[in-house]
């Protein structure tokens, strides 16, 4: 049988002043003035970062919840985790990351999740802007994304003991 081919398209090119991120996120000087957008979404519908860019020093830019960007910065302290408000359209998660956070929003949960590279999972709650107990998953040494949440199962990729096994847990 002949192999499945799909064809592939320019969408868009990359605009002036946009730089593409990782997780598919995007960031655009315009007039002098900063957005921030999921790739995906209309440029022109972007989230406008209304801060100096020294305050975005040592911050990450990982993703977007409900018209809020979110940034990440690192803390020394182990187990640590906080967050705050740079804005009204801004937040900062600060933890103490070994590579940057892979976070799994959806703007109909009220929820960030986010993965560490560990076993664990930590979820902020945004309407109360507090984190939930972490979740530990046993059996995985590392977990490397959140392949997503259905009726209340999380879905995740990760390393287990076994050298080299990877999991869909």
């Excluded at 605009?15 to 991120?21: A, I, K, P, V």
């Excluded at 305050?55 to 990982?62: A, V």
């Amino acid at each position: 049988s002949k192999p499945k081919v799909f064809n592939m398209s320019l969408k868009r090119t990359i605009l002036e002043g946009e730089t593409f991120h990782n997780w598919g996120l995007c960031s655009r000087v315009q007039n002098d003035k900063k957005f921030v957008y999921r790739m995906c979404d209309d440029p022109d519908d972007g989230i406008l970062v209304d801060v100096p860019d020294e305050e975005l020093i040592g911050l990450t830019f990982i993703g977007i919840h409900r018209g809020i960007a979110i940034y990440s910065s690192q803390s020394q302290i182990n187990y640590h985790y906080s967050v705050r408000r740079l804005r009204e359209n801004i937040i900062i998660i600060e933890a103490a990351w070994r590579s940057y956070p892979k976070v799994f929003v959806r703007d109909s949960d009220q929820f960030i999740y986010m993965t560490l590279c560990d076993s664990r999972i930590i979820i902020l709650d945004t309407y109360t802007m507090e984190f939930l107990p972490v979740l530990h998953i046993e059996n995985i040494s590392k977990i490397w994304l959140i392949a997503g949440l259905f009726n209340g199962e999380i879905t995740v990729k990760g390393t287990g003991a076994v050298i080299g096994a990877q999991y869909l847990v």
